[in-house]
């Protein structure tokens, strides 16, 4: 891989694991628009750079998420019960989707379906009311596997580590504060991540054409250049998190997906 795109990356990994560690996001929505031009721009077709981008991407959420979840549990802002279960539940859906996308689907196609879901999440979040300061959030692990595998399924399908999705079903669905539904959603991606990255890899070792040092639709020169900054910015990110009003989490959390939805559908430069 070029130097110029290693560094990319590296600087990549940096804005990742900050956003993992202050918003509990994976950073998918970040790394995979970079990740997919990366190999576009050394000549690999979509279809390939697509899923290589999901693949890879999915394996530094896994260690991003080991990062971010130990600082968020220092603060106290970890359910372990719920992010288990939960977390369990996304890794079967994940599982299941990226099988799906590494045979069946193309990276053309998957490359707006990404955006879209995206775009929808951060409205979403935008238009539902926050739950009430005195709600609590709703202890039901039937709950919690009920909305854990199709948020699996999709995270698995479109390359994301999951907290895009799960934020917004944490926040208003099952009335977890927003600082704990951050920390218990990074330390579900420990699940969905590791579940995502497998099927990929294993959906990708007989497929042709694929950039130099990849083992299935892993690439390991992307996914070092990502991982090595990441994850020491996700412990830089977890303590900014703590620092800032659950209200400005919430409305940077919005901005950073409404842009990169819009980026992979197209509709900005």
């Known amino acids: 891989m070029p ?29 995979v628009p970079v990740t997919t031009m990366v190999f ?3 000549g690999f077709p ?9 693949g890879s991407n999915l394996l530094v959420v896994l260690f991003g998420a080991l990062s971010g979840s130990l600082a968020h549990h220092r603060k106290g802002a970890v359910w372990w019960k719920a992010a288990i279960t939960l977390g369990i539940a996304a890794a079967a859906g994940a599982l299941l989707g990226s099988t799906v996308t590494s045979q069946f689907i ?50 698995g399908l479109i390359g994301l580590g999951g907290a895009v999705l799960l934020i917004p079903v944490l926040t208003t669905a099952l009335k977890f504060k927003m600082h704990r539904a951050i920390g218990t959603s990074i ?3 420990m699940f969905s991540g590791a579940a995502g990255a497998l099927g990929y890899l294993l959906n ?31 412990q830089v990110g977890a303590r900014t998190a703590h620092m800032l009003p659950a209200k400005w989490l919430r409305l940077i959390f919005i901005a950073v997906m409404a842009y990169m939805g819009l980026k992979m559908i197209g509709a900005v430069p």
């Open 40 to 42: 576009i721009g050394m």
């Open 106 to 155: 193309s990276g053309g196609g998957i490359k707006v379906a990404f955006g879209a879901v995206i775009l929808a999440a951060a409205v979403w979040m935008l238009i539902a009311r926050p739950p009430k300061v005195e709600e609590e959030p709703k202890d039901d692990p039937r709950l919690w596997v009920a909305w854990g595998f199709p948020v699996g399924i999709v995270s």
């Open 3 to 31: 130097l110029e795109y290693i560094l990319i990356l590296l600087a990549t990994g940096i804005a990742v694991g900050f956003a993992q560690g202050l918003l509990g996001v994976g950073g998918c929505f970040i790394m």
């Open 46 to 54: 979509v279809d390939i750079a697509v899923k290589v981008a999901f």
């Open 187 to 189: 330390a579900v991606m």
């Open 204 to 234: 990708g070792l007989n497929v042709s054409g694929l950039p130099a040092y990849s083992t299935g639709y892993i690439n390991w020169i992307a996914w070092g250049s990502l991982a090595v900054t990441s994850i020491a910015m996700a």
